[in-house]
């Protein structure tokens, strides 16, 4: 079992940054891969980047490359998303998800355990 818990969001201004964290609970996050992935309204979620259990490989939506990126420190079971150069559609709530393996999976389904959630708000 793995508990999730996102913060860090926020409201912004457009080409602003914010850092989300996300703190696990359980044996399993170390050998988890662990993803983001965000829910605008009325849209699906989305996958956002995800990290290998060892942060040996990422991998990241075309539309956030170069201006995200995704951490983690197995010490602390954290995981991190560093969003630079924020845009309006950015927005959305932001959810970090662990996934049953340790590689980099992007579908939702691939994922056992989401956190509540983190709403990013970014104006222009």
């Known amino acids: 079992q793995v508990q999730l818990v996102e913060s860090g969001g926020g409201l912004v201004q457009a080409g602003g940054s914010l850092r989300l964290s996300c703190a696990a609970s359980?044996?399993?996050?170390?050998?988890?891969?662990m993803g983001w992935f965000r829910q605008a309204p009325g849209k699906e979620r989305e996958f956002v980047a995800v990290i290998s259990w060892n942060s040996a490989n990422t991998y990241y939506a075309d539309s956030v490359k170069g201006r995200f990126t995704i951490s983690r420190d197995n010490a602390k079971n954290t995981v991190y998303l560093q969003m630079n150069s924020l845009k309006p559609e950015d927005t959305a709530v932001y959810y970090c998800?662990?996934?049953?393996?340790?590689?980099?999976?992007?579908?939702?389904?691939?994922?056992?355990?989401w956190g509540q959630g983190t709403q990013v708000t970014v104006s222009s």
């Open positions: 359980g044996r399993t996050f170390r050998s988890s891969g």
């Open positions: 998800a662990a996934a049953g393996i340790g590689g980099t999976p992007i579908e939702t389904y691939e994922y056992d355990y």
